[in-house]
């Protein structure tokens, strides 16, 4: 089980470690840039994350912590050869055209990683 707070710390780093530092596109890099810094800043950004109904469904809640592991475990099922499609919509001025970050099972490896890592006191 882990809190709200591990879980946006979890995917600050997974954005910050791994995903950013692999997209070779400059615009989506920033785009994903702005996005860990609105992680960083707005913690209350993971709640529209936990709070649709379909995640909701698969982490579930239970005095203010969340089991990741039936989510986990789903996603990394559906992905086992296959990719998961982030669309990260046009932007004017930044990103003239679509683009799509394919999320793997192995990402989702690491980012369960991230979020199930404790703080050093």
Not at 37 to 57: C, E, Q, R, Y
Request: glycine share 2%.
């Amino acid at each position: 089980m882990v809190t709200k707070k591990e879980i946006n710390d979890g995917l600050y780093k997974f954005l910050e470690n791994d995903l950013i530092p692999n997209i070779e596109d400059k615009q989506v890099k920033f785009i994903l840039s702005m996005v860990k810094t609105g992680i960083k800043h707005n913690s209350d950004m993971i709640d529209d994350f936990l709070n649709n109904s379909m995640v909701a469904t698969m982490i579930t809640e239970s005095n203010g912590e969340y089991n990741i592991n039936k989510f986990a475990n789903c996603m990394k099922t559906i992905l086992e050869d296959s990719y998961y499609p982030i669309e990260i919509p046009k932007v004017p001025l930044l990103s003239p055209e679509e683009k799509c970050i394919k999320i793997t099972a192995n990402d989702i490896d690491s980012l369960v990683n991230y979020i199930n890592q404790k703080p050093i006191i």
